[in-house]
């Protein structure tokens, strides 16, 4: 018998005003597996991590957490359910302190989930460690990005949505935040990464989504996606 999904969407469909951006995305996560959602610019793929969080006001479909419909829930119950999310814009506390904004993330340990602590995310984020007194504002964009990601696991999470991680960090950073999502995967976090990187996405994800015009065109283990050139040239080349 397979076992259930931790996540599981179907038939979801979301607009902005008048512009209907996802048609019907079908995708699955498995506990303990990482899967890249991959597309072009424009493509849907923070639309559908906005929909699943229930951030967007007109979308339809069903979205199960954990086995659970969690579809018609407002965004900060998905939240205490156990999914954690990391916006592309980061959205830290600009006037907190790196422990400052910890702070603010912390939940409760929950069970099926790792339990984080400051202590585990500084020798997690070595980076962050250095610099827990600095104020949010006075990062770079790549700490700050890791204070992100670090200030959601303080949620402890069961699965983790994490939107375009990579775009616009040094090789220095991308790197160092590999190496995060994979200890991640080493200590059961599930995780749902939205990128455009194929590289990244290849070091770090076990499967692959490829979105394109709101609509999931390819889903396989990522070695296959690497291995086709004609669904690579279809729908991530630019």
């Known amino acids: ?18 512009a ?3 048609t019907g995305v079908d995708l699955t996560v498995d506990r303990g597996e990482v899967v890249a959602l991959m597309g072009r610019n424009g493509a849907g793929k923070t639309t559908t991590m906005k929909a699943i969080m229930g951030l967007l006001d007109r979308r339809s479909g069903t979205v199960a957490f954990d086995g659970r419909d969690v579809s018609a829930l407002p965004p900060h119950r998905i939240a205490r359910r156990g999914l954690g999310y990391v ?5 830290v506390f600009t006037d907190l302190t790196v422990e400052e904004n910890l702070e603010v993330g912390r939940q409760p340990p929950r069970d099926g989930a790792p339990h984080w602590t400051p202590e585990r995310l500084y020798a997690l984020f070595p980076n962050l460690a250095e610099m827990r ?26 699965l983790l949505l994490l939107d375009e991680p990579s775009e616009g960090l040094a090789p220095r950073i991308v790197q160092q935040m590999a190496d995060a999502l994979r200890a ?18 290849a070091a770090v994800a076990d499967r692959a989504s490829v979105i394109e015009k709101g609509q999931i065109r390819f889903e396989g283990p990522m070695r296959t996606l690497l291995e086709d050139e004609t669904v690579r040239r279809a729908y991530l080349a630019v």
């Open 1 to 18: 018998m397979t076992a259930e999904p931790l996540l599981s969407v179907r038939g979801l469909q979301a607009w902005y005003g008048r």
């Open 133 to 158: 007194g600095r104020r949010g504002g006075r990062m770079s964009g790549g700490e700050q990005q890791m204070l992100t990601l670090a200030r959601t696991l303080m949620g402890n999470p069961s």
């Open 184 to 201: 991640l995967k080493a200590e059961g976090l599930s995780i749902l990464v939205s990128e455009q990187n194929l590289a990244f996405a």
């Open 87 to 91: 916006p592309e814009d980061r959205r």
């Open 20 to 22: 209907h951006i996802l």
